[in-house]
């Protein structure tokens, strides 16, 4: 985790300055932070997935598949209806669910691997997505629904996004102490003071930051009382994905579902003798990604303020690419949800990084998937010392 | 006189056209230890797996107490009293000691919740008690020795106080101190009246400590005997030759048996 952060930092400094400056504005730091928070709640949800040994390559295509349900049913039939926006987003959500127990069952109670089932998905459902407006583009979408994009009118402001900071800080803080008080009670040894109080004060000043900058970027669309623009501050998608984030950390630590995810990967026998209902519980986490995929959805056709059947395409791979950058494991049984956030936000920067530079998309696929293979090459060394 | 604790009879498994265990039948009373014994796909995992609960189906009928039980999950076996040590111990690598106790029952707190708190306690309270020694109960199991990882297996059984104990190779992997450890272990739970189904390769743990040996020869029960009846010989016939000693007219011809 602190290494992939090192290599966060180290490829946003490159960039700031092969760019000139340009990276690190806050103006390309917002779209950069709303850009990522879609595939960072798919690769969230990757985590899950590929922790119980599966994979799901269909995440892009129903990406595409539920944002354009959620846009026509929202456009077409729920126009004028008081709180539309919300009945489409739950129509889509909806689909997500019964796509998941599809997969699900397939992979669960069928056996068939992940692969082809979500394989055959990425076809399907991109499809699927064309023939739900037969491959018409929706918009204007709702004015409510375009909040969830970000942008001047989705975006916290100044007050507000000190407040989410401050909650932040003191969440990190009472986290730290606690870990470190539960570990004095059961254990001997425990991490240096010290440590944790880098850990504390790293992770404030960065949240502090991130606010900073989010808040210096001016919003031009909302003014203040002399006619100067406010500051934009936190995105919208920004504050979804830190529910995803929270909501994710809390079932793979605090739940039952969490803990048999991680049996299951670490030993699938092992989890079936325990009594683990392991179809049932693969089934659980293809439902899980599909709601994922409507969530993303929603972010994403809302900041385009449009519904197009070619949306996410590549986000089942860059999803994937962010949780094992992230530290997951492809064998299996180890990874975790911020570290897939931090691999996510290293996959997007590259990417918005070289739309800077003008690099052709043709070279930014390239590198992309040259940087996938460094990432995966570590994961095999390190699982290769740890079997050893 | 009180009813055994496990009566098995008639018991039968099928794997496609092999009959893994054919028509055999065995008990087992409280405070004693049962050796099963018998070649690799003699049926003896097969068995102990039958009354473990992993069979979604199986043939004969199993007692537990006098009282007929089906035992068609893990869940049902657990709930008999009936715990299972296997093998290669089937634990989770990647998690710790308190994660693979609670494995499947996990203690919660009155929101749903996992109580890792209690759970990290009480798995410190019970592996004291077995292995003194260990302490590192929040490192992930991969990290522990062989001994180590026995203790959590163990102590998973111990902790839901089964009166039941199935240990497949329970000795297997272990060195020759903590092989005595396991077998005071064994001793120990013996006198506080639980019965234990041991299956073994190595003849000198079963005379160690089982009462009474079952052995099986390509699915079907060649005999029980009482260890003290015996001689190692004896139960060596048993197993190369499949007949039940006294019946034995001359010593086997090495040469026939099984590879």
Not at chain 1, 65 to 79: A, I
Not at chain 2, 206 to 214: G, I, L, P, Q, S
Not at chain 2, 218 to 244: A, F, P
Request: glycine share 12%; aromatic share 8%; with cysteine.
């Amino acid at each position: 985790m602190v290494s992939m952060l090192l290599a966060l930092l180290a490829i946003w400094i490159a960039l700031e300055l092969l760019t000139h400056g340009l990276f690190l504005s806050p103006r390309n730091l917002y779209n950069l932070s709303v850009q990522a928070s879609a595939i960072a709640v798919i690769s969230c949800g990757m985590v899950f997935v590929i922790v119980a040994r599966q994979i799901d390559l269909s995440v892009g295509s129903l990406l595409a598949f539920t944002g354009m349900l959620t846009t026509f049913v929202q456009v077409n039939w729920l126009d004028g209806t008081p709180a539309g926006w919300l009945i489409s987003i739950a129509i889509g959500i909806a689909a997500g669910v019964v796509v998941g127990l599809f997969q699900g069952w397939w992979v669960g109670y069928r056996g068939l691997p992940a692969l082809i089932v979500t394989l055959a998905g990425f076809l399907i459902y991109r499809g699927a997505a064309f023939l739900v407006a037969d491959g018409q583009t929706i918009a204007p979408l709702d004015e409510t629904y375009q909040v969830l994009g970000g942008g001047p009118a989705g975006s916290l402001g100044v007050r507000a996004s000190w407040a989410v900071g401050a909650v932040g800080c003191a969440w990190l803080g009472w986290q730290v102490w606690s870990t470190r008080r539960e570990r004095a009670k059961y254990t001997a040894d425990r991490a240096p003071a010290w440590l944790d109080v880098v850990k504390v004060v790293a992770g404030a000043a960065a949240i502090l930051g991130f606010v900073a900058v989010m808040v210096s970027y001016p919003n031009r669309v909302e003014l203040d009382a002399d006619g100067e623009p406010t500051g934009m501050g936190i995105g919208t998608p920004v504050l979804i994905l830190i529910g995803v984030v929270v909501v994710l950390s809390f079932l793979a630590h605090r739940t039952r579902f969490g803990r048999y995810v991680f049996a299951f990967g670490g030993n699938p026998e092992a989890a079936t003798l325990a009594g683990v209902h392991t179809r049932w519980l693969v089934v659980k986490i293809f439902v899980m990604m599909g709601i994922l995929s409507a969530i993303a959805a929603v972010i994403t056709t809302a900041r385009l303020n449009a519904g197009a059947n070619s949306i996410g395409q590549l986000a089942e791979l860059y999803a994937i690419s962010g949780a094992v950058i992230g530290g997951t494991s492809l064998a299996g049984g180890v990874g975790s949800v911020p570290g897939a956030v931090v691999g996510a936000l290293v996959i997007q920067s590259l990417d918005n990084g070289m739309v800077l530079l003008d690099v052709a998309n043709a070279r930014r696929q390239i590198l992309i998937g040259l940087v996938l293979i460094a990432a995966v090459w570590f994961d095999v060394a390190y699982t290769r010392r740890q079997t050893r | 006189m009180t009813a055994p604790l496990v009566e098995m009879i008639g018991m039968h498994k099928r794997f496609g056209a092999v009959h893994a265990v054919d028509d055999v039948s065995c008990e087992l009373h409280a405070g004693e230890v049962v050796g099963l014994l018998g070649h690799n796909g003699a049926g003896k995992t097969t068995l102990m797996k039958m009354l473990a609960g992993v069979y979604p189906e199986y043939g004969g009928t199993i007692k537990v107490r006098g009282g007929k039980v089906v035992l068609v999950s893990p869940r049902d076996a657990q709930r008999a009293g009936i715990e299972t040590i296997y093998q290669h111990l089937a634990l989770a690598d990647n998690l710790d000691a308190a994660a693979n106790l609670f494995l499947g029952r996990e203690l919660r707190t009155r929101w749903g919740t996992l109580d890792t708190h209690r759970m990290a306690h009480e798995t410190g309270k019970i592996i004291q008690r077995i292995n003194p020694s260990f302490t590192h109960i929040h490192l992930p199991v991969r990290a522990l020795s062989g001994g180590q990882r026995q203790t959590v297996a163990i102590a998973r059984a111990l902790y839901f106080e089964a009166r039941i104990l199935i240990m497949d190779e329970p000795t297997a992997a272990l060195g020759p101190g903590e092989t005595r450890m396991v077998k005071q272990i064994i001793t120990g739970l013996k006198r506080e009246g639980i019965g234990i189904f041991l299956v073994s390769h190595e003849l000198r743990d079963v005379f160690d400590v089982c009462d009474r040996v079952v052995v099986l020869k390509n699915g079907k029960l060649v005999g029980t005997t009482r260890v003290s009846d015996v001689t190692e010989d004896d139960i060596l016939g048993m197993i190369i030759s499949g007949k039940r000693p006294g019946v034995r007219a001359e010593t086997p011809e090495p040469s026939t048996a099984p590879a």
